[in-house]
């Protein structure tokens, strides 16, 4: 199958690589902030590192990448770390105290670095905070990045999203993330699933950097609290 990895500037120094893969019916989304220490959250799969790593260098060469990050362990969130790792010689990937211990530490062909939760990492112009959401949206070792300087939330599979999207949008995204769910299943559904959300919103974050979807451009707040609203109504449903 041809991919084709696409590069917009969806905030300043923050790259959506977004590549449409149709029988998933989902897009793949990459989000490189351009700093002095450039990151890379998320890496897709294995199967899309020549279209990816290609993206990544049409933005910054590939030998100044220093870190790599991701949300959980899964094949289209870090699937070709350490392909990554061998194409540029001083990166790392840094993940949280708990993805390390129970997964990166083995998995990396370099060590990982380790940020618990609230810690920052400053990049040289960007700051990224780790935030720990155990099980939002699914697996033990999720957490996600917030970068300060532009307010953006890289939120992973949160607000999952069937189809091709733009790169950029403000419109609905909390209606397509449920009719996901619908399908999918794909969330953990416990008592601390909603408020792990609501704590997302009390960040202030102007932009959010979906995986399966744009880069949301609206209301984060009033997005992330509408989906834990939801999500609490599910767990109740569910008891």
């Not at 999952?160 to 397509?176: F, K, R």
Request: with cysteine; proline share 6%.
């Amino acid at each position: 199958m041809t991919y084709e990895t696409q590069v917009h500037e969806v905030g300043d120094g923050v790259y959506r690589l977004s590549t449409w893969v149709e029988p998933a019916g989902l897009v793949f989304n990459q989000y490189l902030l351009d700093a002095d220490e450039p990151l890379l959250f998320h890496t897709g799969q294995r199967a899309l590192f020549p279209h990816v790593s290609a993206a990544v260098a049409s933005v910054v060469p590939l030998a100044r990448l220093r870190w790599i990050a991701f949300g959980h362990l899964e094949s289209d969130e870090c699937g070709a770390m350490n392909e990554f790792l061998a194409a540029a010689p001083h990166a790392q990937v840094v993940g949280s105290h708990l993805a390390n211990i129970v997964s990166l530490f083995d998995l990396c062909d370099r060590p990982p670095h380790s940020l618990g939760d609230g810690e920052v990492l400053d990049l040289g112009g960007k700051r990224v905070r780790m935030l720990d959401t155990p099980h939002v949206p699914h697996g033990w070792d999720a957490h996600l990045l917030y970068e300060e300087a532009t307010r953006t939330l890289l939120c992973g599979d949160l607000f999952t999203a069937l189809g091709q999207w733009p790169a950029t949008a403000d419109g609905d995204i909390v209606g397509p993330a449920l009719a996901a769910e619908d399908l999918f299943a794909s969330t953990c559904l416990t008592p601390t699933t909603a408020p792990t959300i609501r704590r997302l919103a009390e960040l202030g974050a102007t932009s959010m950097g979906l995986m399966h979807g744009p880069a949301f451009t609206g209301d984060c707040a009033a997005a992330l609290h509408a989906l834990a609203d939801d999500y609490a109504r599910r767990l109740t449903a569910a008891s």
